[in-house]
């Protein structure tokens, strides 16, 4: 099906023209200009689109509907008649009341280019990344602009009509409209992840400073950024000389002078905690499967064998790995690959060696969670390090309605806590009596809230609806037991029919929400998840202090919490963590709450990322441009660094995420201080050098 939503003539299959009867076109908000533009022997037409909630243009057959059961692309020639770039939403309505796909693009000032929608629902993660590559591109000669992401069904069959809309613009703005075709197959959206990845792990189509396209140029690149001294003034650990001594104990602990919470270095100083988070060699990406969106992919033999392996991280709990195709198979690993191609056979020893000056360099003290363990073990520009007690095993579980990475945890099966006993042994093994351990983690992110107004209460809510056999579930009749006695007091209490407790153990049990009406339901449910949160923290802190009693136990690194858990964390943990991504930290923290609970807070994920530097994706935080990442890392490490209730914040992540997605969940963002070749970021690692300088003299 062709059609020409300017006056000349269709050069092929069905016919729609705007300017003849046969077509329907309606125009709202939305007034044809006057002028029409040659685009090589074409025309575009240009459609102004006034102020308005939703101007759009619908074309629709002038009969019935369009059969596109043998078509898989729309496209549509499409020019901004503005400086900038304009927003544009595409519709394709169906017959039927849920039949219609939406894809929204942005058409970029600058020539024509061609729009192509996909005629089914697609979105990079089935590509195996969380965002596909920036569009458009040059495709045979042409500008090609693919929807990579359109939502909704249609029955192609009966196709009703196409919309064009733009979501309220705040002034009249102008897009010039050529033919308008649909195409069989996928070729454009195949070719839109074509060969996008090189030999060296870099996006194809991007250029940056950093960007190197031999192995030579990768060497000078590494020669070019040799790190400067680091600070001085400071004892081993990185503490702060110029400052009035603490008491020391030979570990880090915390103590809180004049309003002010701050670590103390086993000597005796004051420690604001700068570090990283997964300071490591490993960035793999599923390659099996989708080898064509690769070129230079190297033989799977030789040397270049130690960089593949296999893997799969296929997770139907997890709502992280939604949709993420290519998510298993075999793995190739461009981060390690190009530290072999700079340091040869001991490119491990190396790689350690040059981290390290790099950190300390750029202000860092600190390694954070998940990183390359042997650094611990360095003696040359050493820094304090963290551990991580990952409770894994088979335990129950419970669903609060946000299980990112899985489920929760269940502490109060017995085997939990034979689980968090083996996490904490491995933890500590050959670090229970090291100094530079700064402390432990416990586990990463748990979804102790749900989504939503009352996603306070969907862990509680979680617990109800759980089996019988749930021993969580248990523990909460049993309190409401004691409270209650009868189950018609309970009833009455929450407003609810309950004929016998045993109607409470129904599996899919659907517990009431708070209301106004009776109050009891939300304070029975903020009893219980306190409850919850103390059970866990307190099995996790007495399996870690029956092996190593003297470092600090760092916290849950929450990223989702209720007051409750943050509460019960404080009882048992030495500092509160928190992954908090946000502009400033506190944004992403109450800290005037936490002020109350007498433990101070380290913020152990932030990030801040761009889309210019070859990664898609610009991380959980976005900004424009590489320069507005170091304007943010000052802004947020100043503001953490001025808070009395903080005492560290870390970064998140050592290096970038792989072009194609990590295998973990596909993210492939920019938000590195090196890029996957560890050539660092020039401009942005010397703003966090001075943020890092400024933030320690604190």
């Known amino acids: 099906m062709l059609a020409s939503l300017c006056g000349g003539s269709a050069v092929a299959g069905q016919v729609v023209d705007l300017g003849q009867p046969s077509a329907k076109v309606a125009l709202e908000q939305v007034q044809r200009g006057a002028h029409e533009v040659r685009d090589g022997a074409a025309v575009l037409q240009p459609f102004v689109f006034q102020p308005a909630a939703a101007p759009h243009l619908t074309l629709a057959p002038a009969q019935g509907s369009w059969d596109w059961s043998a078509q898989g692309e729309l496209h549509l020639r499409v020019q901004s008649g503005m400086a900038w770039a304009v927003t544009l939403r595409i519709d394709i309505d169906g017959a039927g009341k849920d039949q219609a796909l939406h894809a929204t693009v942005g058409?970029?000032?600058?020539?024509?280019?061609?729009?192509v929608v996909p005629l089914h629902a697609v979105s990079p993660r089935a590509q195996g990344m969380q965002a596909g590559p920036p569009m458009p591109y040059e495709r045979k000669g042409q500008r090609v602009l693919v929807a990579?992401?359109?939502?909704?069904?249609?029955?192609?069959?009966?196709?009703?009509?196409?919309?064009?809309?733009?979501?309220?613009?705040?002034?009249?703005?102008?897009?010039?409209?050529?033919?308008?075709?649909?195409?069989?197959?996928?070729?454009?959206?195949?070719?839109?992840?074509?060969?996008?990845?090189?030999?060296?792990?870099?996006y194809t189509r991007g250029q940056w400073p950093e960007k190197i396209d031999s192995d030579a140029a990768l060497r000078a690149a590494q020669a070019k950024s040799?790190?400067?001294?680091?600070?001085?003034?400071?004892?081993?650990?990185?503490?702060?000389?110029?400052?009035?001594?603490?008491?020391?104990?030979?570990?880090?602990?915390?103590?809180?002078?004049?309003?002010?919470?701050?670590?103390?270095?086993?000597?005796?100083?004051?420690?604001?905690?700068?570090?990283?988070?997964?300071?490591?060699?490993?960035?793999?990406?599923?390659?099996?499967?989708?080898?064509?969106?690769f070129t230079g992919l190297p033989p799977d033999s030789g040397a270049w064998h130690a960089f593949y392996g296999s893997g799969d991280n296929r997770s139907p709990d997890a709502q992280a790995a939604a949709g993420i195709g290519y998510n298993h198979g075999r793995w190739f690993d461009f981060y390690a690959a190009n530290l072999y191609r700079l340091d040869g056979a001991d490119w491990p020893q190396a790689w350690r060696q040059r981290t390290l000056a790099?950190?300390?360099?750029?202000?860092?003290?600190?390694?954070?969670?998940?990183?390359?363990?042997?650094?611990?073990?360095?003696?040359?520009?050493?820094?304090?390090?963290?551990?991580?007690?990952?409770?894994?095993g088979v335990f129950g579980n419970v669903s609060s309605g946000y299980d990112y990475w899985g489920r929760m945890p269940d502490p109060f099966d017995p085997r939990f806590a034979q689980a968090a006993e083996a996490a904490a042994v491995k933890a500590s093994k050959g670090v229970a009596g090291d100094p530079w351990l700064l402390g432990y983690f416990a586990?990463?992110?748990?979804?102790?809230?749900?989504?939503?107004?009352?996603?306070?209460?969907?862990?509680?809510?979680?617990?109800?609806?759980?089996?019988?056999?749930?021993?969580?579930?248990?523990?909460?009749?049993?309190?409401?037991?004691?409270?209650?006695?009868?189950?018609?007091?309970l009833a009455a209490a929450w407003g609810i029919a309950l004929p016998s407790w045993d109607a409470l153990n129904a599996t899919g049990y659907n517990a009431p929400l708070p209301s106004e009406a009776h109050p009891a339901v939300a304070a029975d449910y903020s009893a219980w998840l306190r409850q919850y949160a103390e059970q866990y923290f307190r099995v996790v802190s007495e399996a870690l202090h029956r092996h190593d009693a003297h470092h600090l136990f760092l916290g849950g690194r929450f990223a989702v919490n209720t007051p409750?858990?943050?509460?019960?964390?404080?009882?048992?943990?030495?500092?509160?963590?928190?992954?908090a991504y946000t502009d400033v930290p506190q944004h992403g923290v109450d800290m005037a709450a936490i002020a109350k609970l007498g433990k101070p807070v380290m913020l152990t994920e932030f990030h801040f990322g761009?889309?210019?530097?070859?990664?898609?994706?610009?991380?959980?935080?976005?900004?424009?441009?590489?320069?507005?990442?170091?304007?943010?890392?000052?802004?947020?490490?100043?503001?953490?660094?001025?808070?009395?209730?903080v005492v560290g914040a870390h970064w998140f992540e050592y290096t970038d995420q792989p072009v194609s997605g990590r295998t973990l969940d596909g993210e492939n963002s920019h938000v590195g201080l090196v890029g996957i070749t560890d050539i660092p970021f020039g401009s942005f690692v010397d703003a966090v050098r001075k943020a890092n300088e400024q933030a320690g003299a604190r």
């Not at 058409?107 to 729009?115: F, K, R, S, Y």
């Not at 040799?226 to 020391?248: E, I, M, N, Q």
């Not at 103590?255 to 005796?268: A, C, F, I, K």
């Not at 860092?364 to 050493?382: I, K, M």
């Open 107 to 115: 058409i970029p000032a600058g020539p024509p280019q061609t729009v």
């Open 148 to 202: 990579t992401v359109v939502e909704g069904q249609l029955d192609l069959h009966k196709v009703a009509a196409v919309r064009l809309s733009m979501p309220a613009p705040q002034a009249a703005q102008t897009l010039l409209f050529g033919k308008l075709e649909t195409m069989s197959g996928d070729a454009a959206l195949r070719d839109a992840y074509t060969a996008i990845v090189d030999a060296y792990g870099q």
């Open 226 to 293: 040799v790190a400067a001294p680091s600070p001085a003034k400071r004892d081993p650990y990185g503490g702060r000389t110029d400052l009035p001594a603490f008491k020391a104990n030979g570990w880090f602990h915390t103590e809180r002078r004049d309003g002010r919470w701050s670590l103390v270095t086993p000597d005796g100083h004051a420690f604001f905690s700068l570090g990283v988070n997964a300071v490591t060699t490993e960035q793999r990406s599923y390659v099996q499967g989708r080898e064509w969106m």
């Open 358 to 392: 790099r950190l300390h360099a750029w202000g860092f003290n600190t390694l954070g969670n998940w990183s390359d363990e042997a650094l611990a073990g360095e003696r040359t520009n050493r820094l304090a390090y963290t551990r991580s007690i990952e409770v894994a």
């Open 443 to 489: 586990d990463n992110e748990l979804p102790w809230a749900g989504q939503g107004p009352q996603g306070r209460w969907g862990l509680a809510l979680g617990t109800l609806r759980g089996e019988a056999r749930s021993d969580a579930k248990q523990a909460f009749i049993a309190a409401l037991k004691r409270k209650y006695g009868e189950p018609a007091k």
């Open 564 to 579: 409750e858990a943050v509460a019960a964390c404080a009882r048992y943990c030495d500092v509160l963590s928190f992954n």
């Open 610 to 645: 761009s889309d210019d530097r070859g990664p898609f994706g610009r991380g959980v935080v976005p900004v424009w441009n590489e320069a507005q990442r170091g304007e943010a890392y000052a802004r947020y490490v100043q503001a953490a660094a001025q808070d009395p209730n």
